[in-house]
């Protein structure tokens, strides 16, 4: 099949996949949008909410859909690294055999990330990287393709281990789940108490999803893309030439490179999801805040003036 009409056709799929995780999950179609970007392009996503806004529920729903073999791993203070990757055990015959852990699926959902020690949550971080993990020397492949869907409770910090930015600058995206408006709540509330569920059918499997990455990264783009993607991650930096106002006032670190590859990525990804065949700047702004988010670290002065890291990236943009 030509390039020209795998774009054509994944366009017509990510419509459909929209429509299937759309029975279960209602409104939050800018969520839907960039997680699904994140998957199609190889990248982990972080979900960002506060309790009960479905974001176990709509991991769930991605994975049926796109029939992935789906593993959930709930992160608590006392959970090991062995209790993610998997140990070592001596068997009947004296000999040691490793009994692989949860991460051998092809979406991990990691359920309240930060409710976790820096150590455990460490053992993530090989896994998203190089698709490996590595138990008594021995490395062991993970599932293709490997996603790793993290959700974290931005509101109740007690007993929280905030993230790394190393871990951080791991997922492709951040992306901030918020209240659903009245009339989306009312049809929420209708469909889940009743004695009936809605059946989600597969509409791509591994293998497509895997014929997708490469189309992604064949997807070409002009110069000038290029250009305002890295110009606008450069703006972010307070000590850049490029540096905007804004980020010599609010920033104390701006975004790394990843950002900027991150931000062409989701900008193909974005466009043949629209059944265009090349990105624009357009789509380069409509991944800017996810991409982005994660990536930038606020100042004591922004503190004080209530100034939050999207109200920076939109002054930015």
């Not at 409710?115 to 492949?141: D, H």
Request: glycine share 4%; with cysteine.
């Amino acid at each position: 099949m030509s390039d020209v009409k795998s774009v054509d056709l994944f366009a017509q799929q990510f419509s459909k996949l929209k429509t299937e995780i759309g029975k279960v999950i209602i409104g939050q179609n800018d969520v839907i949008d960039q997680t699904l970007v994140s998957l199609f392009c190889g990248g982990n996503c972080l979900l960002i909410g506060v309790p009960g806004l479905a974001k176990t529920k709509l991991i769930q729903s991605i994975a049926q859909a796109l029939d992935l073999s789906f593993k959930r791993i709930q992160f608590t203070p006392d959970l090991m690294p062995s209790d993610i990757v998997g140990t070592e055990v001596l068997d009947s015959n004296k000999q040691f055999t490793f009994n692989k852990g949860p991460i051998f699926a092809n979406l991990i959902l990691a359920d309240e990330i930060n409710r976790t020690p820096p150590k455990t949550q460490s053992a993530l971080l090989e896994a998203m990287q190089e698709k490996i993990v590595t138990v008594s020397g021995m490395p062991y492949k993970l599932p293709n393709p490997f996603f790793v869907m993290a959700t974290q409770n931005p509101i109740e910090q007690e007993g929280t281990y905030p993230l790394p930015e190393a871990q951080l600058d791991r997922f492709m995206f951040s992306v901030l789940l918020d209240y659903p408006n009245f009339a989306e709540e009312i049809e929420i509330v209708k469909s889940t108490t009743i004695d009936s569920e809605a059946v989600i059918q597969p509409i791509l499997n591994a293998s497509e999803i895997l014929e997708i990455h490469h189309l992604v990264r064949k997807i070409p783009v002009t110069d000038n893309v290029y250009e305002y993607a890295v110009g606008l991650v450069a703006r972010t930096r307070p000590n850049s030439p490029q540096a905007s106002d804004i980020a010599k006032k609010y920033i104390s670190w701006g975004a790394g490179p990843r950002a900027s590859q991150n931000l062409i990525l989701a900008a193909k990804c974005i466009a043949i999801s629209k059944g265009k065949y090349s990105p624009d700047i357009e789509d380069v702004q409509q991944a800017a805040i996810p991409v982005l988010n994660h990536r930038i670290f606020k100042n004591y002065q922004a503190e004080a003036d209530e100034y939050s890291t999207e109200m920076i990236i939109r002054n930015i943009l």
